[in-house]
């Protein structure tokens, strides 16, 4: 399996991007996928997740009512959509396929990562 995330980029605050996710492999559509991210000297950190079929979904507080997952299983692609982005959101970000039981919002639950994808929100 592998995962690749694309999309990111230079945007002024208040703009928007969107992020898809491209991954390989017949069994994505079964999966729960989620969205991480990074920023310099930090953790990782959850953004977002959805689950197999798209009709659930879960956000972190801190980009509820900006952030938008989806997922078009027929591409095996999941995006994230990124409106009135801040400063504060600048990380790479990274995609995920979640394996574990355990809660969705830990990154040990998530067995394959894309390799990233830098976003950059100037003030």
């Known amino acids: 399996v592998q995962l690749q995330a694309s999309g990111g980029g230079l945007v002024q605050a208040g703009g928007s991007l969107r992020l898809p996710c491209a991954a390989s492999?017949?069994?994505?559509?079964?999966?729960?996928m989620g969205w991480f991210r990074q920023a310099p000297g930090k953790e990782r950190e959850f953004v977002a997740t959805i689950s197999w079929s798209g009709g659930s979904t879960d956000y972190a507080d801190s980009v509820k009512g900006r952030f938008i997952i989806s997922r078009d299983n027929a591409k095996n692609t999941v995006y994230l959509q990124m409106n009135s982005l801040k400063p504060e959101d600048t990380a790479i970000y990274y995609c995920a396929r979640k394996v574990g039981s355990s809660t969705y919002t830990v990154p040990s639950e998530y067995d394959y990562w894309g390799q990233g994808t830098l976003v950059t929100v100037s003030s």
């Open positions: 492999g017949r069994t994505f559509s079964i999966y729960r």
